[in-house]
Each structure stands twice: as C-alpha cells, then as structure tokens.
C-alpha cells in the first residue's frame, strides 16, 4: 500500500526555522517526482514546490513566496523528502502535504502536518 | 503564472440531481505536442486531504465513480456529478500542470439541498 506520512510540524516564532519530514512506502520512491503542498486553516490549496528524481536530475522548482526562505531535499536512501523551512512568516501557517507527482499529476497526498508561525 | 478560476465559489443540489464546476484558466493549458490539456481535479473532504479525480482533463483516475466526469480543452473545463450521492458534499479543486508553478483555483464547496 502506498502511503506518505509527514512530520516535524508545530509551533515556530515568526523568523525561526523548521524542517519537515515525509516517509514513502509501497512504491519506488527514488524515481518518484515529489512535491509539497500547503492549505492554510479555512483556504485553498497552494503549491509550494517539488524535487524530480535523481535519475532526471533532481532538480527543484518552488512557488514565488516561498523561493529562497524554503528547500526540498531527498534521501532515497531512507525513502525521505525533507522541507526544510527558514525564515518562516505568519503566512506560512498551514498545513503541510507531502504528494507524488505521476507524468505532472499530483496523484496521492498524505494526511498533512500543522506549521503555525506565531509570537 | 497561469491563474485558475472557479465558479461558483458554492452550490447546493439536491440528491440525484446534476452538479456542474466550471474552471478557467489565463492561459491555455493545452499541449499541442499531444493534444492533452494539463489540468486536473480534486475533492477535499473536511479534515481529508484532497483526492485525486480526474487528469489530462477528462480521464478519471482509478476507482472514482463514474458519475464524475470531466470536459473542456485550451482555457475553459468543466467538472460534471451526473447524479449526485450525499457522499459527493465536500469542496473540489482545479489545478493545471502545464507548468510551474502549479496552480489550483480557489475552490467550490458543493452542498447537498
């Protein structure tokens, strides 16, 4: 069964940092194309952004609001993604998916974990 | 970036009557290389994630009931519940994947009357 399981959120004062976590299984993660996607409590989804495979160059693509403050990572290794989250603002509070992405389709989600930037 | 509209923001119909989404986009999400349009729909149930519908426009992905169906090419879809089940309330998403960054229109919360 393909599953995704994120984690790391919680609390963090506005200018601090966090990293999330999101564990693949059932599926062959290193060739997976991968992306985070976040939903601010009572809104609409937004695109953060998404690392490609190793085997397609592993390269990153990022939403403007996020470009420079946030960096996706991979371990194939551990079958791990990684957003690592810095200079976080108010903004940024959401909940955070970790998805698969099939030939562009952002095809399974995971249940989410809560960022919330707040003093 | 290509920016996705929905409308309406919310309706409400009655059990097995018809429920329409329309989506447009800025620009068109049309590949001419295929001839496939990149755009892809989502339901949202209360405390869910989304799931996926359907892709490439009109193809359901597996396992969605086809009472679900989805139409429209270049800038203009439509998302079609033939005959909706108390089980279809909940908010549904477009979103194009013709290119980065991907984004999805704002939503439209579908109620049953």
């Known amino acids: 069964e393909v599953q995704l399981v994120e984690s790391g959120g919680g609390l963090v004062k506005p200018g601090g940092s966090l990293r999330l976590s999101c564990a693949a299984s059932?599926?062959?993660?290193?060739?997976?194309?991968m992306n985070w996607v976040r939903q601010a409590s009572g809104k609409g989804l937004e695109w953060v952004g998404r690392?490609?495979?190793?085997?397609?160059?592993?390269?990153?693509d990022y939403a403007a609001p996020v470009k420079g403050r946030f960096t996706i990572s991979r371990d194939d290794s551990k079958n791990m993604l990684y957003l690592q989250m810095n200079s976080l603002k108010t903004e940024d509070t959401a909940v955070y998916y970790c998805?698969?992405?099939?030939?562009?389709?952002?095809?399974?989600w995971g249940l989410g974990t809560l960022v919330t930037v707040s003093s | 970036d290509i920016v996705m509209t929905q409308s309406p923001d919310s309706l409400a119909v009655s059990l097995g009557e018809r429920a329409t989404i329309n989506c447009k986009s800025s620009?068109?999400?049309?590949?001419?290389?295929?001839?496939?349009?990149?755009l892809a729909w989502y339901q949202q149930k209360p405390g869910q994630p989304p799931k996926l519908l359907i892709y490439?426009?009109?193809t359901r992905e597996s396992g969605v009931p086809d009472r679900f169906s989805g139409s429209g090419s270049g800038t203009d879809f439509t998302l079609t519940i033939s005959s909706l089940q108390a089980e279809d309330a909940a908010v549904y998403y477009c979103?194009?994947?013709?290119?980065?960054?991907?984004?999805f229109g704002q939503g439209t919360k579908l109620e049953i009357k």
């Open positions: 998805t698969t992405e099939e030939q562009q389709i952002i095809d399974l």
């Open positions: 059932g599926f062959s993660f290193s060739y997976a194309w």
């Open positions: 690392i490609k495979s190793k085997t397609d160059g592993g390269t990153t």
């Open positions: 620009q068109t999400v049309l590949y001419s290389s295929n001839d496939k349009n990149s």
């Open positions: 490439w426009a009109s």
């Open positions: 979103q194009q994947y013709y290119s980065c960054p991907y984004t």
